[in-house]
């Protein structure tokens, strides 16, 4: 296959010094689904972002169609052929999805181009979900549509604009199997109809099943490109991590002790104002990890923000260690030794304008151990501070380096090393190890398997059904707001069973879940 992208030598040093590229080398054939992987801060997003005009290099070169180029911002990239799909859906929930397919772009007709041409747009949208196989309701809402769906809008969104490279970033982060399925089958006809794909993931299983070759990154360096026919996962994380690396979390059987924790017939309302939770019912038990599975959007975002004190339950009970947490605030949830890492680490979870050190005993920094009288023992915080970041592999320059700098791998660790340090008797963790490189997930998982079997009652709640049934010993799986099954965690229990719950395909009767 022919060459359609060089980048070559790319430097990128920030003004505070920050090395992000160091001579990342990136060729990309035409027709090719291309993977690029890495562990957090090894360079990948800002590679792309050099890519895409979003940043500028220090120094290198691009070369594409055999030509070399310099983009002063997207528009540029875009009007070369290149489309961005980003983790994190840019869509106007209020607009339909035709409406978001073409916003900014919409076709016009009559005197000077002045009114809309609404059956243009139907006509071109309408071609391209049946040329792509892309299957979405084009005059639905996006905000009433699944996540799999905004997928789909997003990678319409770049198709309408003429994109024939296109970067996907992370883009099964929060899909069932089911979807993610259906998302390699259209990227598989997007590169039977001429397409080129740069595909960004953590997650090595699709690696090796949707692409052709792939180059790894490790601290801002271009280690290597494989054939991916001739590689392996382990060839590729050690690669990536520069060790070997466990793939399955190491466990032994769970000895459940008494209930730490108890829900029952709970209600909630979203933001919205429309139900969450609708009779959710369940216990966690010492010594136990609960997972809980669900398309996201289904009341998971709700029922860890009661639990936690940040949202009002609407109806039911709520009690941990037999008190009522319902009345309580979150000031005196988090001193009953509870452990919370929200799914939003950069709004929930740290402080961006505090320190790392700062916000590594945000909740703790009355404890004696961090006093000097009245005043906060500096010197102890920066020692304790040092310590976590050393244990849990936080890579920043120092413990005053501020928060809203790192990455956001490195972010989550900040606030998954403080609140594990606190060794909280119940842990509610959702998304844990989102936008986290392998060698990270191997040590979160194993600390979270820690606090379990050192007595701990742990809730998980992730997007990553692998995730969910690599660390859970029992599993609860949230449809509509409902809990639709109760599932021991065992070997003979698969993904795609869990994935027709998740999708309400299947349901148990009430009493099972019960």
């Not at 002045?114 to 391209?128: A, I, M, Q, S």
């Not at 701990?456 to 949230?478: F, G, Q, T």
Request: charged letters at 25%; zero cysteines.
């Amino acid at each position: 296959m022919p060459i359609l992208l060089e980048m070559k030598n790319i430097h990128k040093v920030y003004p505070n010094g920050t090395a992000a590229n160091r001579g990342v080398d990136l060729t990309v054939h035409e027709g090719e689904i291309h993977a690029l992987v890495g562990e957090n801060g090894a360079g990948k997003s800002t590679l792309m972002k050099i890519l895409f005009g979003l940043e500028a290099p220090t120094d290198g070169t691009i070369e594409y169609k055999g030509h070399a180029v310099t983009f002063d911002g997207p528009r540029d990239a875009i009007k070369q052929g290149m489309g961005m799909v980003h983790q994190h859906f840019m869509l106007a929930p209020s607009l339909t999805v035709s409406e978001n397919i073409v916003l900014g772009d919409e076709p016009k007709r009559g005197p000077f181009s002045l009114l809309r041409d609404r059956t243009k747009e139907f006509k071109d949208v309408e071609h391209l979900i049946k040329t792509y196989g892309l299957k979405v309701n084009m005059q639905a809402k996006v905000e009433s549509i699944p996540v799999g769906q905004k997928q789909r809008v997003e990678i319409l969104k770049v198709l309408y604009r003429g994109a024939k490279l296109i970067i996907l970033d992370e883009p099964t982060a929060v899909l069932t199997p089911q979807e993610t399925d259906e998302l390699f089958d259209s990227i598989k006809a997007l590169v039977s109809e001429g397409h080129t794909i740069i595909f960004i993931t953590h997650k090595l299983r699709e690696v090796m099943e949707i692409s052709n070759r792939i180059t790894v990154l490790r601290a801002g360096k271009s280690i290597a490109t494989l054939n991916t026919k001739e590689t392996n996962q382990e060839e590729i994380s050690r690669l990536m991590v520069g060790r070997d690396v466990l793939f399955r979390v190491d466990k032994i059987p769970a000895e459940p002790k008494d209930t730490v924790l108890s829900v029952r017939k709970l209600g909630a309302l979203d933001d919205k104002g429309a139900d969450a939770l609708r009779g959710v019912s369940f216990d966690i038990r010492g010594g136990e990890v609960l997972g809980v599975a669900g398309v996201e959007g289904n009341g998971q975002t709700e029922l860890v923000e009661v639990i936690t004190g940040l949202r009002k339950a609407t109806s039911g009970e709520v009690r941990y260690q037999n008190k009522d947490l319902l009345s309580a605030s979150v000031a005196e949830i988090r001193r009953m030794k509870v452990g919370h890492v929200p799914e939003d680490r950069q709004t929930a979870g740290a402080s961006l304008t505090s320190s790392i050190a700062e916000n590594l005993i945000l909740d703790h920094y009355r404890n004696p151990e961090f006093k000097w009288g009245p005043f906060i023992n500096q010197k102890k915080v920066k020692q304790f501070a040092k310590i976590m970041m050393e244990t849990f592999d936080v890579r920043a320059q120092s413990e005053e380096t501020m928060a809203g700098a790192l990455s956001g791998g490195n972010l989550q660790k900040v606030v998954v090393a403080r609140e594990l340090s606190k060794n909280p008797l119940l842990l509610i963790a959702s998304q844990p190890t989102r936008g986290v490189d392998i060698g990270a997930i191997e040590f979160i998982h194993r600390e979270i398997i820690k606090r379990r079997d050192g007595g701990a009652a742990v809730m998980v709640v992730s997007a990553e059904l692998s995730e969910v049934m690599a660390l859970s010993d029992r599993i609860i799986v949230l449809y509509d707001g409902e809990i639709v099954a109760v599932l021991d965690n065992t070997p003979d229990l698969t993904e795609q069973e869990i994935g027709y719950y998740m999708l309400g395909i299947k349901k148990q009767e009430l009493e099972a879940t019960r």
